[in-house]
């Protein structure tokens, strides 16, 4: 493994809603499944009904469309009190299909921006999700030859950062990663002694805005447009390469 001193070695970037859109269609699909659940019930909070099924469910089905999709047939048919239709089940069955199918819209100044990043340091992607389906988002995205290594994984936690900066060959010390998530894309990296550049997106989802950075402020930047990642990296990397600097 690489010495911890010397600056930032490795910068690893986020694909949903980083890189192109994903929260819209599942925010859209919600409110289909909420349209489709109030032919049954006079329900204000179907939303937030959903999402308590989808975390209990993350252990068994994890990330991704096909996870929501069984959290929506089983919220479904516990809240009508299983007096939804057959019918309306193949509804829900279709939104998950349409996710599945959506095509890439890959967000404004974002492939000139990893370019410009790719130019001084190396860039991997990590991603989260279905398999199969970040697969094809990846493909589809026309992004995947700025990258030198992709990776899908079940989850973002510590644990997994910490197996892959060890197939890396770099210390997290020397680790950047740019996301629009702080649960999994900068939290997890900071605990670990990294850098992260926050990237809001306009809408995130309930479980990804669990998250409360308690340390390593200085180790991060909030930008409000992928294009002030080269200079946020910039920033971030002055302060990685003073020797003064203490690492945890």
Do not use: C
Not at 183 to 209: C, F, K, M, N, Q
Request: hydrophobic share 45%; glycine share 8%; aromatic share 8%.
């Amino acid at each position: 493994m690489q010495n911890s001193s010397g600056g930032i070695a490795l910068v690893g970037f986020d694909a949903d809603d980083t890189l192109w859109r994903s929260q819209d269609y599942f925010d859209e699909a919600q409110q289909r499944f909420e349209q489709i659940i109030a032919r049954y019930v006079d329900l204000e909070d179907a939303g937030k009904r959903l999402y308590a099924y989808e975390s209990r469910n993350i252990a068994f089905f994890g990330y991704g469309v096909k996870g929501m999709a069984l959290s929506m047939i089983e919220a479904a048919v516990d809240i009508t009190g299983a007096s939804i239709r057959a019918a309306d089940i193949g509804r829900i069955v279709q939104l998950a299909k349409e996710l599945l199918q959506h095509p890439v819209e890959v967000l404004p100044g974002v492939r000139a921006a990893v370019e410009a990043v790719a130019a001084r340091h190396p860039v991997v992607l990590i991603t989260k999700g279905d398999l199969f389906h970040q697969e094809a988002k990846v493909r589809e995205s026309g992004l995947s030859d700025l990258f030198r290594r992709i990776e899908i994984v079940s989850e973002k936690d510590p644990a997994t950062y910490a197996r892959l900066f060890e197939e890396f060959g770099v210390a997290a010390q020397r680790f950047l990663m740019v996301g629009n998530s702080l649960r999994s894309d900068i939290a997890p990296v900071l605990a670990l002694g990294g850098w992260g550049v926050h990237v809001p997106y306009h809408t995130t989802w309930a479980h990804e805005a669990e998250a409360v950075v308690a340390q390593g402020g200085e180790r991060m930047r909030s930008i409000a447009a992928i294009a002030e990642l080269p200079q946020a990296l910039q920033a971030l990397e002055a302060v990685a390469s003073d020797p003064q600097v203490i690492q945890p």
